[in-house]
């Protein structure tokens, strides 16, 4: 089976237990072939553990989840040394991050000293205890959920977190027609823990690999630098988006042409990605919300799109 085959196959399968978003779990396979990390924000109930776990249970590969709550400790997601009584020395215990994909449910429920814990794993594939370092298997991918609405004993992840997730998607409530199918198939759709995966570890690493060969024209690239330089001297933004997101674009530009079937980008697998990839990397000015009239990031970076002509 080709590549174009083993994506189309993924997506076919998580499409059994999430009806009627597509474009959702497009985005959600993009991030996983473009080695990222995803962010899935929205409001309880409308598919987002389901949609992580969905992908996970895809890929036959390890997986982790881990329940994010006010008390829990870095070690809890990393592991710990223990002292071995027979051999007199301690040993290290790996916790959950050691999986090829991580769920992190409601990761805005723990205190930033936990979350930063993620951080290294995210950035470099690696995790730092006592001095000494542990590498993480390839492929490794963060899927975290958080939900937007409750403030109430959450903390909000800071610029440096969030820049670490490659995308941020919402989900949103489905479509009268579609809720409808939902409530009609509620009997017969796969239930998630009987989901079978599809592709191995080995299939997902040569997706990952093939990401690399997509062509992707000087134009383009002159185009996601432009979009990104605009956020940085936007006067409604305080923070505008790093090398990093910049990157992060081309990338998802790169996964998005695969998914397809091409072997090189064009300007529709580019500004359609920009706002998952470019919205949450930025910040807005304190007086951006009297002044003006986008009440959100993802307002002012649609506004920037409009002013930065595509390339043909």
Same mark, same amino acid.
């Given at each position: 089976?080709?590549?174009?085959?083993?994506?189309?196959?993924?997506?076919?399968?998580?499409?059994?237990?999430?009806?009627?978003?597509?474009?959702?779990?497009?985005?959600?396979?993009?991030?996983?072939?473009?080695?990222?990390?995803?962010?899935?924000?929205?409001?309880?109930?409308?598919?987002?553990?389901?949609?992580?776990?969905?992908?996970?249970?895809?890929?036959?590969?390890?997986?982790?989840?881990?329940?994010?709550?006010?008390?829990?400790?870095?070690?809890?997601?990393?592991?710990?040394?223990?002292?071995?009584?027979?051999?007199?020395?301690?040993?290290?215990?790996?916790?959950?991050?050691?999986?090829?994909?991580?769920?992190?449910?409601?990761?805005?429920?723990?205190?930033?000293?936990?979350?930063?814990?993620?951080?290294?794993?995210?950035?470099?594939?690696?995790?730092?205890?006592?001095?000494?370092?542990?590498?993480?298997?390839?492929?490794?991918?963060?899927?975290?959920?958080?939900?937007?609405?409750?403030?109430?004993?959450?903390?909000?992840?800071?610029?440096?977190?969030?820049?670490?997730?490659?995308?941020?998607?919402?989900?949103?409530?489905?479509? #009268?027609?579609? %809720?409808?199918?939902?409530?009609? +198939? @509620?009997?017969?759709?796969?239930? =998630?823990?009987?989901?079978? &995966? $599809?592709?191995?570890?080995?299939?997902?690493?040569?997706?990952?690999?093939?990401?690399?060969?997509?062509?992707?024209?000087?134009?383009?690239?002159?185009?996601?630098?432009?979009?990104?330089?605009?956020?940085?001297?936007?006067?409604?933004?305080?923070?505008?988006?790093?090398?990093?997101?910049?990157?992060?674009?081309?990338?998802?530009?790169?996964?998005?042409?695969?998914?397809?079937?091409?072997?090189?980008?064009?300007?529709?697998?580019?500004?359609?990605?920009?706002?998952?990839?470019?919205?949450?990397?930025?910040?807005?000015?304190?007086? #951006?919300?009297? %002044?003006?009239?986008?009440?959100? +990031? @993802?307002?002012?970076?649609?506004? =920037?799109?409009?002013?930065? &002509? $595509?390339?043909?």
């Amino acid at each position: 089976m080709d590549a174009f085959g083993k994506i189309e196959t993924l997506q076919h399968n998580i499409e059994r237990v999430i009806i009627g978003k597509p474009d959702v779990i497009r985005l959600a396979i993009i991030t996983l072939l473009a080695e990222g990390h995803l962010l899935i924000e929205d409001v309880p109930g409308v598919g987002k553990t389901t949609l992580a776990h969905a992908l996970a249970k895809s890929i036959d590969g390890s997986f982790q989840r881990v329940q994010f709550t006010s008390d829990l400790l870095p070690s809890d997601i990393i592991g710990v040394s223990v002292f071995n009584q027979q051999r007199t020395e301690f040993e290290f215990q790996r916790g959950p991050i050691f999986a090829n994909i991580v769920l992190t449910d409601e990761i805005n429920r723990t205190t930033p000293k936990t979350q930063s814990s993620l951080l290294e794993a995210m950035n470099e594939l690696q995790v730092s205890v006592d001095g000494v370092t542990y590498q993480l298997e390839k492929p490794f991918m963060v899927l975290a959920t958080q939900n937007p609405l409750e403030y109430h004993g959450t903390y909000p992840l800071p610029e440096s977190q969030l820049d670490r997730f490659f995308m941020r998607i919402r989900i949103g409530y489905p479509s #009268a027609d579609h %809720e409808k199918a939902i409530m009609r +198939a @509620e009997r017969s759709m796969v239930a =998630i823990e009987h989901l079978r &995966p $599809v592709l191995s570890v080995n299939d997902v690493l040569a997706l990952q690999a093939q990401v690399d060969t997509v062509a992707i024209d000087e134009s383009l690239q002159d185009y996601i630098i432009a979009v990104a330089d605009h956020t940085r001297r936007s006067k409604w933004l305080e923070l505008g988006v790093s090398p990093r997101g910049t990157l992060a674009l081309q990338r998802a530009a790169k996964a998005s042409a695969l998914i397809v079937g091409r072997e090189y980008c064009t300007p529709d697998d580019v500004k359609p990605l920009v706002i998952p990839v470019f919205a949450h990397r930025i910040l807005l000015q304190t007086d #951006a919300y009297a %002044e003006s009239s986008a009440d959100d +990031a @993802e307002h002012v970076i649609q506004d =920037i799109l409009t002013q930065v &002509p $595509v390339p043909l």
